[in-house]
């Protein structure tokens, strides 16, 4: 009887861990501390800048490969923008480049608030690590090099302002990938006549994970080191249960795994065409549909090889 090898805890631990981010190190620096202790590789599903707390998807062992799956979801923030003082690099670790006095009442900049909302034209701050031509644009700046970027379209799907004081608002905001929250808070900045930088940021939800649910850096690394943490992990399918799932016999797993077409007519499409392919409860591969027979579509990844089924 063909079937799934069973996997050893240590040898084979693909999945992910969500991590709350502390201030200070870069979301690189954490994955390799514990890349370290873990003795497996070690990705991330988006990053956060060095001064941002919060939420961050580790991704373990194989589900590097599974990143862009997960990067794209919408994503949640909580923060604080220090009204009337603008900084080259758009939060509070640049040099200050304006300042001006805020002269606008409390009601005025709440009206602010529904003007953040909806699609807009960004450009991707000049200390970020957006690439041109193969180099991230942080280091052109520290050069002193202006770089001209395309602006992309984000969409911001609420702004809420939480509190108002003498120096500026604290917010919470929900937004599509690859916004930039330093951007917004320059354009709040901008509508307030005063100029803004962000001071605070924290990440609190990605899709469906929550920072509520997340473990401390030192936590993790506690783990990585007694080999516990698979226990505090997310299985890859789970992790991308926001896609349409078809579970496959142990049979058709080796089909897949040698890169066959199976028969499909049980295919349940989101917009995108993507569906997740599980066997025993275990993500195998990532499909994306292309037509309407029970063999138009193509596999994005497959995540499983024929050694690990057993005949």
Do not use: W
Request: net charge positive; with cysteine; proline share 3%.
């Amino acid at each position: 009887m063909t079937k799934l090898k069973e996997k050893s805890i240590l040898t084979q631990f693909d999945g992910i861990v969500l991590l709350d981010k502390p201030e200070g190190p870069t979301t690189a620096k954490c994955g390799r501390e514990i890349a370290r202790y873990l003795g497996n590789k070690v990705g991330h599903a988006g990053t956060l800048d060095p001064l941002a707390t919060g939420l961050v998807i580790l991704l373990i062992g194989r589900a590097t490969k599974i990143s862009r799956y997960l990067s794209g979801l919408d994503k949640t923030y909580t923060g604080r923008i220090f009204l009337g003082k603008k900084t080259d690099t758009g939060d509070s670790e640049g040099k200050i480049i304006s300042e001006k006095p805020i002269e606008i009442s409390e009601e005025k900049i709440r009206e602010i608030a529904p003007r953040m909302i909806g699609s807009h034209e960004q450009r991707p701050p000049a200390y970020s690590a957006v690439k041109h031509k193969g180099k991230a644009l942080y280091k052109y700046a520290r050069q002193g090099i202006k770089v001209e970027v395309e602006p992309r379209t984000v969409s911001v799907d609420k702004f809420r302002i939480i509190s108002v004081d003498s120096h500026g608002i604290a917010f919470e905001a929900e937004v599509s990938k690859g916004t930039y929250i330093r951007a917004l808070a320059e354009r709040f900045g901008e509508i307030a006549g005063c100029g803004a930088h962000l001071s605070e940021l924290r990440r609190t939800t990605i899709g469906s994970f929550s920072v509520e649910n997340a473990l401390s850096f030192e936590k993790i690394l506690l783990l990585a080191q007694k080999c516990e943490l698979k226990n505090e992990s997310i299985t890859m399918s789970e992790a991308l249960g926001h896609l349409p799932e078809i579970a496959v016999d142990a049979e058709e797993a080796k089909r897949i795994a040698f890169g066959k077409l199976i028969d499909l007519d049980r295919i349940e499409i989101n917009e995108n065409g993507l569906f997740r392919i599980t066997a025993e409860n275990e993500l195998i591969a990532i499909a994306r549909k292309t037509g309407d027979s029970k063999r138009h579509y193509k596999y994005e990844r497959v995540l499983i090889t024929p050694e690990e089924i057993e005949n």
